[in-house]
T-cell receptor, first 112, second 113 residues
Framework: GESVGLHLPTLSVQEGDNSIINCAYSNSASDYFIWYKQESGKGPQFIIDIRSNMDKRQGQRVTVLLNKTVKHLSLQIAATQPGDSAVYFCAENYSGNTPLVFGKGTRLSVIA | DAGVIQSPRHEVTEMGQEVTLRCKPISGHNSLFWYRQTMMRGLELLIYFNNNVPIDDSGMPEDRFSAKMPNASFSTLKIQPSEPRDSAVYFC???????????FGQGTRLTVV
């Protein structure tokens, strides 16, 4: 029979446009958050992180925004490139010594 | 450092056989994690170790799964006997400290036929 897979939200963006990927996290006690990028056939790769005492952090072409009030995390990618096509995961951590808890992921598709 | 190293990259085995997946964490990292990724359930934590000691194995699906970390530079995940539903990509990750980023290996794609 037909297998039912995990339905990943998909974001399609024109090359050169900005991308915004959103994530709702589950635990109000979480104090550390990470965005990972996973390309086909590879393991997740760190993009950027943020701690709960901040609400914004910028890297090279990427910005992470944290809204603790509504437990929301976003990743903004400026001038999206074909190489940005991948699945993006947010991850949260709480109680310091516990493993990261991953969200379900969003697939970013860049249209050249 | 070469990063987290997993072997083999691909494994095809028959149902009922024993499978052993291997992981070498980044040198100096104190925590090691085994994750499983499937289309159905995404990325799931199976077990993690702090300073070579298993801390939480509640994610291990059943008794057929076991993991060991005999020293700071090596861990194994064993499935015995393997079943077709174990087919997935298994990732190992390590962190230097609590509350820091986890570095992932390239994964082992397991197919049980």
């Amino acid at each position: 029979g037909e297998s039912v897979g995990l339905h990943l939200p998909t974001l399609s963006v024109q090359e050169g446009d900005n991308s915004i990927i959103n994530c709702a996290y589950s635990n109000s006690a979480s104090d550390y958050f990470i965005w990972y990028k996973q390309e086909s056939g590879k393991g997740p790769q760190f993009i950027i992180d943020i701690r709960s005492n901040m609400d914004k952090r910028q890297g090279q072409r990427v910005t992470v925004l944290l809204n603790k009030t509504v437990k929301h995390l976003s990743l903004q990618i400026a001038a999206t490139q074909p190489g940005d096509s991948a699945v993006y995961f947010c991850a949260e951590n709480y109680s310091g010594n516990t493993p990261l808890v991953f969200g379900k992921g969003t697939r970013l598709s860049v249209i050249a | 450092d070469a990063g987290v190293i997993q072997s083999p990259r691909h494994e095809v085995t028959e149902m009922g056989q024993e499978v052993t997946l291997r992981c070498k964490p980044i040198s100096g990292h104190n925590s090691l994690f085994w994750y499983r990724q499937t289309m159905m359930r995404g990325l799931e934590l199976l077990i993690y170790f702090n300073n070579n000691v298993p801390i939480d194995d509640s994610g291990m699906p059943e008794d057929r799964f076991s993991a060991k970390m005999p020293n700071a530079s090596f861990s194994t995940l064993k499935i015995q006997p393997s079943e077709p539903r174990d087919s997935a990509v298994y990732f190992c990750a390590s962190t230097e400290h609590a509350n820091t980023e986890a570095f992932f290996g390239q994964g082992t794609r397991l197919t049980v036929v």
